[in-house]
């Protein structure tokens, strides 16, 4: 279907699809539970037992840091 919607051949969507990966979904399509769903099944993937992160540890000032300071 997406190839006659396209006006192209099967093996076209499917050379741009190994190539590109599945198309992003268009943001309008995506309703909220899927987007919960999505950061639930992210957040399944952090190990028990690991801290947060400090407000130091997130700070600019850690995050970023002046190049004078890289040991390069």
């Known amino acids: 279907m997406e190839a006659r919607g396209?006006?192209?051949s099967v093996a076209e969507v499917v050379k741009a699809?190994?190539?590109?990966g599945p198309p992003a979904p268009d943001p309008e399509q995506v309703?909220?539970?899927q987007v919960g769903q999505a950061l639930d099944e992210a957040a399944d993937l952090i190990?028990?037992?690991i801290p947060p992160l400090?407000?130091?540890a997130m700070s600019?000032?850690?995050i970023y840091s002046r190049?004078?300071?890289w040991n390069l």
């Open 54 to 56: 400090s407000d130091e």
């Open 47 to 49: 190990p028990e037992g």
């Open 31 to 33: 309703s909220a539970g």
């Open 60 to 62: 600019r000032e850690s």
């Open 67 to 69: 190049e004078d300071d």
């Open 6 to 8: 396209k006006g192209v």
């Open 17 to 20: 699809y190994l190539y590109n």
